[in-house]
């Protein structure tokens, strides 16, 4: 069965960076497609950054500038660079994949993915 692990959460103050990792296992090839997604307490989930097995990337306005989504070269390992946290970063992140390719950016849309992580919690002090 297909399995997604996500490692690098942590807690830093604001300002501070961090890189999230998140790796596959199990019976299958590269991903097609990855992305994460991050919920904050009370709040809905929230697409961050999307990526194509050719390198097209997507993120939400709000990190733009700031977070850099990227993947090794047999499509089985996802990264999230975080540069200049904020506070309103902090939530429990998840990676999330899909094996189908996709041409274009890919929307920030959890429907569009098929495997998800347990989530590793990212806590940004002020």
């Not at 919920?39 to 733009?64: H, L, M, N, Q």
Request: glycine residues 14%; hydrophobic residues 30%; charged residues 20%.
């Amino acid at each position: 069965q297909v399995e997604l692990a996500e490692s690098g959460g942590g807690s830093v103050q604001a300002g501070g960076s961090l890189r999230l990792s998140c790796t596959v296992s199990g019976n299958t090839g590269g991903m097609g497609r990855w992305a994460w997604f991050r919920r904050a307490p009370g709040k809905e989930r929230e697409g961050v950054a999307s990526i194509t097995s050719s390198d097209k990337a997507t993120y939400v306005d709000s990190v733009k500038g700031r977070f850099t989504i990227s993947q090794d070269d047999a499509k089985t390992t996802l990264h999230l660079e975080m540069d200049s946290l904020k506070p309103e970063d902090t939530a429990m992140y998840y990676c999330a994949s899909h094996r189908g390719r996709w041409f274009g950016g890919v929307p920030l849309e959890p429907q569009l993915f098929e495997f998800w992580g347990q989530g590793t919690q990212v806590t940004v002090s002020s």
